[in-house]
């Protein structure tokens, strides 16, 4: 049985939305304030990385490159976001490169803008 492709890149999008919010919300806000609360942003990057996790087991073709992307997105966002610029400019930055991976790794794994 072949799983749902438009399942497969919800789980994406939201998995790669969670993660990138949690680690902005992480380092925006959580290291800012001594009485911050941890959790949400840990269960955030969680079900993030539970639900692309999901999203590979899945997925049929081109896994291992998946997996791979995947994990180099999971890693380089935390080093991105703790660049010391000035007035968040790095959660910015990071933000940004998020978005670029996430389309980019949409892209190679789904090819949603492929004309069939």
């Known amino acids: ?17 969670l993660i990138s919010g949690s680690i902005a919300g992480y380092f925006g806000y ?10 949400h942003w840990v269960i955030m990057s969680l079900i993030g990385v539970v639900l692309l996790g999901v999203k590979n ?4 073709t081109n896994q291992i490159k998946t997996v791979i992307l995947d994990l180099l997105f999971i890693c380089a966002l935390p ?4 660049i010391n610029l000035p007035n968040g400019l790095a959660i910015l930055l990071m933000t940004v490169i998020a978005g670029i991976l996430a389309t ?3 892209q190679l794994t ?7």
Do not use: C, H, V
């Open 1 to 17: 049985m072949e799983p749902n492709k438009q399942t497969l890149k919800t789980l994406s999008i939201i998995g790669y939305i």
């Open 30 to 39: 959580y290291l800012q304030y001594e009485d911050s609360f941890i959790w």
């Open 57 to 60: 087991y899945k997925l049929q």
């Open 79 to 82: 080093f991105i976001a703790s």
């Open 104 to 106: 980019t790794i949409m």
């Open 110 to 116: 789904f090819k949603p803008w492929q004309e069939t």
